[in-house]
């Protein structure tokens, strides 16, 4: 049978002494001590038992009752089924139990807030005792801030009084400090003797426990004081003020708001979190203000509860003094809002936004107040209303505690962090909304350099244009005229051509002493000019500015600066038509396969296993996405650039040497993929149109070449998509023709100027020009005939052992060369006299070719000092000017004598 039909008396056998034993163990374990602690509870509560048990838990009176009465009770519940259900349905939420409930009600005591608050230290400080008596530390330490908070409280229900015995604190309260400080002391000085060390989490506890007993015996230093003296004097006086009613403190009759916004009686007033009042009133502004600066940055602060009270304060602020004083305390509240977030709500962007812009106007507009980074103190009351005054015929200015620049720049962060977080191919148009924020944005920027511009503060001038700068660099001179409108709008300063802007801005911080500011604003002018397609102009800033020898050195943001100007650049040079130029500029970048992380559009992935931490830096790195640069785009441009400058290489190579001339790895290795393909189905993105377009190239069918090229749907995104494709073809053409000689020239003697004009579309001049240009660089050996129109080749044919003879002499060379130039490196360019060394006759090298050298003469296992001379010694060594000496090879170029 279950134990609730057992509960219910349902079962005969119950008076039996296995079913004693049975509710004995029952009642053994916790739900004795449960039983005991309810006891207790009605007992305290001054109500008796009524020899009735708890319905689960029954005393032995009530076991002897039910045995007398057992086989009566089983009669009444086989008669009566009503009555069966009733007994069953005790035990049925919801079921019928008047009864139990009138019981019940009988046993509900209404306590007070004070008195359930008193209820819960009397509690805490029993917890403790125990805690002591059983040696748990933990719970002790637990309980102990318990009390604390109680006190804390309570502190603050009562009206301050001088008189420390006036009923403030509770003697219980003191008591335990008192106990507890001697129980603490006395463990601490048996552990110290005893040879088992207490375990680490009891042995923490305990420590804290002496801190906060030590930190809060000073602070009640004056209520121990007294109840040392006499407690029961003590507890005596605190009987005596808490027996009659306190009187009511008085309240303010005028109706105040609360920061909900709703008004509140005559007879009230705002109570915030931990039970301080609050007036939200004109009158109480800097005393509310100087209350929620306290709570600032504490553990348990509730920001959302402070921007709403900042908020109604500065609805009812009156005065310039306390709407600055609220403006500069509720935007930093508002922006430390997301300090566990990514990045704080839109809409409460937007209410920082029009809140850093009402204060900055304000400034604007009352120039007697000025917000400054250290302000010095005031005489008399810190909670006095400031306001300017005139002292001798001058204004004195009222300076009020803020960081103008920091706010600015906390919300311009903010903007940016706001927009790396919102995806931009959601078919939602989030991405747009918050874009739209960036002229407003702009507009509070232009207006805060006004403002340090008229303080003189240069410093935060350079750090607000450099913002300025960074919002339109590299966007198009629409929207940068839209920008300017907006500022021109608002009555923030004179618009300015785009043109016009970008080099006043950047000139305006090359004068400044920030040397990273001014690397970021030549960065910024670099790509603007880039981007625009002045490519020269951008080239020669690049290089008179030197960064490319220094940004190495630089911090993570301007290095990625650098890149990106240093791809805007290369494509710039694409779209005039420079290819070499092009393809030295972007070769650097493409040689790696980490496009997009050197650029900041995506984190760091290859090869590397990023931590949580190292990956959350990179993600707060990335640049928003209207921000990010084409990379396919530029792909195409190096690619395209490579293919005009390698195939017609490639064509002209005979020897191993010559293959070596090739510099793009990348390209190089992409022709080999398909060359190594069976099959090349139509193409299919932008690489497969540029590597088919060069095979065709190479087989001389420029024209196939020329419309796979141009058939690239990504040079739709240039300006001047027309002008480059006119730029493209021309090239192609003519790289097609230098391709055809390279390849064709063995196997013809002549040829007409004529036919390759036909062939290659082509003007005669064009193609004599081309001719002459690879005539006279030694590129086609071949002359020409102007009076017939032909171009005459010359072949040169060479055995096997000339040819293995010339790769020879240039390998001699080339490690010629190097040694020298690893000697450079390790003499610092000076050396000494010296001459054959080893156990072997060598003949030392000799220099001289313009200027005197040592000659090195013979030695068997010494060495001997070079004479000076002024002739090339045997051994083939080539002189250096001045007075080097030792630099020289042994016989036969056996090794390099240096000493």
Avoid at 723 to 731: R, T, W, Y
Avoid at 844 to 856: P, R
Wanted: glycine share 8%; net charge negative.
């Amino acid at each position: 049978m279950s134990f609730f039909a057992k509960l219910a008396g349902s079962d005969s056998d119950s008076s039996s002494s296995s079913g004693s034993d049975s509710e004995e163990s029952i009642l053994s374990g916790d739900e004795g001590v449960l039983q005991d602690k309810k006891l207790a509870a009605a007992k305290k509560g001054g109500k008796s038992s009524n020899n009735k048990g708890s319905m689960f838990l029954r005393s032995d009176d009530d076991d002897d009752s039910d045995e007398s009465s057992d086989e009566d009770d089983e009669e009444e519940l086989s008669d009566s089924d009503d009555d069966r259900q009733a007994a069953a349905n005790k035990f049925l939420m919801g079921a019928d139990s008047s009864d139990e409930e009138s019981e019940e009600e009988d046993k509900t005591v209404v306590l007070s807030a004070k008195d359930k608050r008193f209820a819960e230290m009397e509690a805490a400080i029993h917890n403790i005792q125990n805690a002591v008596k059983n040696s748990d530390w933990v719970l002790a330490s637990t309980e102990l801030d318990k009390v604390f908070r109680f006190i804390s409280r309570h502190q603050l229900t009562i009206v301050a009084s001088p008189i420390p015995a006036a009923g403030h604190i509770p003697p219980q309260f003191l008591d335990i400090l008192v106990t507890l400080d001697a129980d603490v002391t006395k463990t601490l000085a048996a552990e110290k003797s005893a040879s088992k060390k207490m375990a680490p989490g009891k042995a923490k506890a305990l420590n804290g426990i002496k801190q906060t007993l030590k930190k809060k015996s000073k602070e009640f230093e004056t209520w121990l004081k007294t109840y040392n003296e006499d407690p029961a004097a003590y507890a005596a006086a605190y009987d005596a003020a808490n027996a009659a009613p306190t009187a009511p403190k008085p309240v303010k009759k005028a109706a105040a708001a609360t920061a909900d916004g709703q008004a509140e009686s005559a007879d009230f007033m705002t109570i915030g979190k931990g039970g301080k009042t609050l007036n939200l009133t004109a009158d109480g502004i800097l005393k509310t203000l100087k209350e929620v600066f306290e709570q600032r940055g504490r553990k348990n602060t509730d920001r959302a509860e402070t921007i709403k009270i900042l908020s109604k304060l500065l609805e009812v602020s009156e005065t310039t003094y306390q709407k600055l004083r609220v403006l500069l305390a509720l935007v930093p509240a508002r922006l430390d809002y997301s300090q566990n977030l990514i990045s704080i709500p839109h809409d409460s962007w937007v209410s920082c936004l029009h809140e850093l812009d009402q204060l900055v106007s304000l400034l604007l507009s009352n120039p007697d107040y000025v917000v400054q980074e250290t302000v010095a103190d005031f005489d008399g009351d810190e909670l006095a209303e400031r306001e300017p005054k005139t002292v001798n015929g001058k204004t004195e200015r009222v300076a009020v505690a803020g960081s103008l620049i920091s706010l600015l720049e906390s919300l311009d962060n903010e903007f940016v962090k706001t927009l790396q977080h919102t995806d931009a191919h959601e078919k939602g148009t989030d991405y747009i909304e918050r874009l739209r924020e960036e002229a407003p944005l702009y507009v509070l920027v232009t207006k805060a350099q006004t403002l340090f511009e008229r303080e003189g503060s240069s410093e935060s001038t350079t750090r607000a244009v450099m913002r300025r700068l960074e919002h339109v660099y590299a966007k198009p001179d629409i929207i940068i005229d839209h920008f300017e409108n907006a500022v021109e709008k608002a009555s923030a300063g004179q618009k300015k051509s785009a043109g016009t802007l970008i080099h006043d801005l950047s000139v305006s911080i090359y004068q400044s002493d920030a040397p990273v500011l001014r690397a970021r604003a030549i960065l910024f002018h670099i790509f603007n000019h880039a981007m625009h397609g002045r490519y020269h102009q951008a080239r020669d800033l690049l290089l008179m500015s030197h960064l490319q020898d220094t940004i190495q050195h630089a911090d993570v943001t301007t290095q990625i600066l650098y890149n990106r100007a240093i791809m805007q650049l290369g494509l710039a040079a694409f779209r005039h038509g420079f290819i070499p130029e092009c393809q030295t500029i972007l070769a650097e970048m493409f040689s790696t396969m980490r496009q997009k992380e050197l650029l900041a559009q995506s984190v760091q992935r290859y090869n590397v296993q990023l931590s949580p931490e190292q990956e959350l830096v990179e993600k707060r790195r990335l640049l928003p996405f209207h921000m990010h640069l084409n990379v396919e785009l530029l792909e195409a441009a190096y690619l395209t650039s490579c293919m005009l400058i390698e195939i017609p290489l490639l064509a002209s190579v005979d020897t191993e040497e010559q293959r070596r001339r090739v510099t793009s790895k990348t390209f190089k290795r992409l022709l080999d993929l398909a060359d190594r393909q069976a099959f090349m189905g139509p193409p299919e993105n932008t690489r497969d149109h540029i590597i088919k377009a060069s095979k065709a190239l190479q087989a001389g069918e420029w024209e196939k070449a020329r419309d796979l090229i141009l058939s690239i749907k990504v040079w739709q995104l240039l300006d001047n998509v027309s002008d480059v494709k006119d730029v493209l073809a021309k090239k192609i053409q003519e790289e097609g023709l230098r391709t055809y000689l390279f390849t064709y020239s063995s196997y013809y003697a002549s040829l007409s100027l004529s036919h390759l004009s036909a062939t290659f579309s082509l003007s005669t001049q064009t193609i004599t020009s081309i001719i002459s240009r690879m005539i006279y660089t030694d590129e086609l050996p071949a002359s020409l005939d102007q009076i017939d129109g032909v171009v005459i080749f010359h072949r040169v044919e060479q055995s096997e052992v000339q040819r293995l003879a010339q790769q020879l002499a240039d390998r001699t060379a080339n490690m010629l060369d190097q040694n020298e130039k690893t000697l450079d490196i390790k003499l610092g360019q000076q050396g000494q006299g010296g001459g054959g060394a080893g156990g072997q006759e060598q003949r030392g090298g000799a220099g001289g070719a313009g200027g005197e050298g040592g000659a090195g003469g013979r030695g068997n296992g010494e060495r001997r000092g070079g004479a000076r001379g002024s002739y090339r010694g045997r051994g083939g060594g080539r002189g250096r000017g001045g007075f080097n000496s030792g630099l020289g090879t042994g016989v036969g170029g056996r090794r390099v004598a240096a000493q």
